[in-house]
Nanobody, 122 residues
Framework: QVQLVESGGGLVQAGGSLRLSCAAS????????VAWFRQAPGKEREFVAA????????KYADSVKGRFTISRDNAKITVYLQMNSLKPENTAVYYC???????????????WGQGTQVTVSS
């Protein structure tokens, strides 16, 4: 089992940027896809972005395309989510998770971090 720790969340004004990190330890991080999900208060968890093991394939939710970028550094065993042009509706707890496929549903991922809060003020 891989342990995942997210960091980089915080409070930012609309239009600003944040970079989230997802650091892995233990288990087997190799050959896994990694995804970011988010959950806003009172809403279901939703897919944000995912990346393949080699980083050659990425997927994004339509709502974040062109503003968010997912990347990974396998030497550092870390996945990043660069978030630009943030909007108040992006406020949520952001989670990273590992999986075997680059899916867009949370049931396709098996190891999850504890989440990091992102708050975007208007």
């Amino acid at each position: 089992q891989v342990q995942l720790v997210e960091s980089g969340g915080g409070l930012v004004q609309a239009g600003g940027s944040l970079r989230l990190s997802c650091a892995a330890s233990g288990g087997t991080f190799r050959s896994t896809s990694v995804a970011w999900f988010r959950q806003a208060p009172g809403k279901e968890r939703e897919f944000v972005a995912a990346i393949s093991w080699l980083g050659t394939i990425t997927k994004y939710a339509d709502s974040v395309k062109g503003r968010f970028t997912i990347s990974r550094d396998n030497a550092k065993i870390t996945v990043y989510l660069q978030m630009n042009s943030l909007k108040p509706e992006n406020t949520a707890v952001y989670y990273c998770a590992t999986g075997r496929v680059i899916g867009t549903t949370d049931r396709e991922y098996f190891d999850w971090g504890q989440g990091t809060q992102v708050t975007v003020s208007s």
